[in-house]
Nanobody, 122 residues
Framework: QVQLVESGGDLVQAGGSLRLSCAAS????????MGWYRQAPGKQRELVAG???????NYADSVKGRFTISRDNAKNTVYLQMNSLKIEDTAVYSC????????????????WGQGTQVTVSS
């Protein structure tokens, strides 16, 4: 199937920057949409940013102008560049991918990474 491996989470000061990466591997035909979600303690998981295979993007209002999602289709990797980080950005960030596993049989699936901790301090 599909494995998503995330990296880049860290402890940073408010106003700083981080770049998260999520690389997909396994047996599949192609990755369709990809996205980044986050969940803070005591809160529901929320969509941070999403991107189609063709590069169309959408963002949560709280991160517009600060975060940028991008992807490298040749590397099966999605990125999240986070600038001007705020304390309220502290959360576990997880990547998500909608995948076509087998083209001829129309088999698709949705997969999640293990999550990476982002902590923003004052």
């Amino acid at each position: 199937q599909v494995q998503l491996v995330e990296s880049g989470g860290d402890l940073v000061q408010a106003g700083g920057s981080l770049r998260l990466s999520c690389a997909a591997s396994g047996s599949f035909f192609r990755i369709n949409t990809m996205g980044w979600y986050r969940q803070a303690p005591g809160k529901q998981r929320e969509l941070v940013a999403g991107i189609t295979r063709g590069g169309l993007t959408n963002y949560a209002d709280s991160v517009k102008g600060r975060f940028t999602i991008s992807r490298d289709n040749a590397k099966n990797t999605v990125y999240l560049q986070m600038n001007s980080l705020k304390i309220e950005d502290t959360a576990v960030y997880s990547c998500n991918a909608d995948v076509t596993i087998r083209l001829v049989s129309q088999v698709t699936g949705t997969f999640w990474g293990q999550g990476t901790q982002v902590t923003v301090s004052s």
